[in-house]
């Protein structure tokens, strides 16, 4: 079992920058994969971004690429999402994932553990 809570969320103007963070509990963070998802108002929940267990191997949906930096810090049991140059479609509630699923054919998909997301708003 892990729990993981998010925080970093806010109102930021188009341009802007923003982190996010998600601290998991439990003795095995080290050990999983983990990721970040979006769900903006209306829409499903979409991958955002992936890093393997070691922080050596990352992964990003097109449209944040170059912009969105995921990283972890495994003697902290948490993991990052450095948010820059943010347009208002990054609007969205964004959750923490452990356990995300690696796919050869296809955006990762989300594991068994979620957080209870972090509201970020981005202005025009």
């Known amino acids: 079992q892990v729990q993981l809570v998010e925080s970093g969320g806010g109102l930021v103007q188009a341009g802007g920058s923003l982190r996010l963070s998600c601290a998991a509990s439990?003795?095995?963070?080290?050990?999983?994969?983990m990721g970040w998802f979006r769900q903006a108002p209306g829409k499903e929940r979409e991958f955002v971004a992936f890093?393997?267990?070691?922080?050596?191997?990352?992964y990003y949906t097109n449209s944040v690429k170059g912009r969105f930096t995921i990283s972890r810090d495994n003697a902290k049991n948490t993991v990052y999402l450095q948010m820059n140059n943010l347009k208002p479609e990054d609007t969205a509630v964004y959750y923490c994932?452990?356990?995300?699923?690696?796919?050869?054919?296809?955006?990762?998909?989300?594991?068994?553990?979620w957080g209870q997301g972090t509201q970020v708003t981005v202005s025009s």
């Open positions: 994932n452990a356990d995300t699923i690696w796919s050869n054919f296809r955006d990762p998909l989300p594991g068994n553990y």
């Open positions: 439990g003795r095995t963070f080290s050990s999983r994969t």
């Open positions: 890093i393997n267990w070691s922080g050596g191997s990352t």
